[in-house]
Structures are given as C-alpha cells and as structure tokens.
C-alpha cells in the first residue's frame, strides 16, 4: 500500500528526492514517517511529518539537509536529500500512522503501513 521510489546511486554532496506513493490508503489524515536502515545497523528514524504538514521533525544527522514534504492531492510524501554524505547510504522506508484513533501527529502510537524500501548509495 506504500511504494517507495527515487532511490539510487549518487555522490557525495549530491541530492535525491524519494517518494512514498499511497494506494488502497488514504494519507491525508495520518502522520507519515521516513526511516533507514544502514548495513549492520538498526533501523532509525529520519524524519516525521503530521497530517497538516506543519512543523515536521527530523533526526539530527539529517536535520538542515533534508525536507520533508507531503501532497495529499496526489497521496504522497517526499523525502528530499541534499548534501548526502556516504553515512546516508542504506535502504529507506516510508510509514504511515495506524488509521485506527489516528491523531495525525509525530510520532505516531504506531505505524501500520510500510513500504517495501528503496535503496540509497552515496559513493565516490
């Protein structure tokens, strides 16, 4: 129900913009989160954006180079990545809140709708 795109190769300094298209689902009341999961590693948040689009939150390795946005007309959100080092490399998730007594804030109780990722490598 959440399909993640605009992943790939880049190099240092470079930008990606990801996308995080919904179906079967409608977003726009819910809050939506981006997530990462590097090799060997845990996964960790990235960002948070609530269902009025104000005020999103962002993990601090990404705060100031990364946005994120949503369109809830075309049921999307975006994760754009500018000044990408190689620790930002790692596969990237989109979810969204439990529809169930959403509030549509950050962060939500729970996600219950994940994408299935996308790959980001950014190397020299």
């Known amino acids: 129900q959440l399909v993640e795109s605009g992943g790939g190769l880049v190099q240092p300094g470079g930008s990606l913009r990801l996308s995080c298209e919904a179906s079967?689902?409608?977003?726009?009341?819910?809050?939506v989160g981006w997530f990462r999961r590097a090799p060997g590693k845990d996964r960790e948040d990235v960002a948070c954006?609530?269902?009025?689009?104000?005020?999103?939150i962002y993990s601090v390795p990404v705060k100031g180079r990364f946005t994120v946005s949503r369109d809830d007309a075309q049921n999307a959100a975006y994760l754009e990545m500018n000044n990408l080092k190689p620790e930002d490399s790692g596969i990237y998730y989109c979810?969204?809140?439990?529809?169930?007594?959403?509030?549509?804030?950050?962060?939500?109780?729970?996600?219950?709708?994940w994408g299935r990722g996308t790959q980001v490598t950014v190397s020299s």
């Open positions: 979810a969204a809140e439990r529809e169930f007594l959403a509030l549509g804030r950050c962060p939500p109780r729970v996600y219950d709708f």
């Open positions: 954006i609530e269902s009025d689009g104000r005020d999103p």
């Open positions: 079967m689902l409608s977003i726009d009341k819910l809050a």
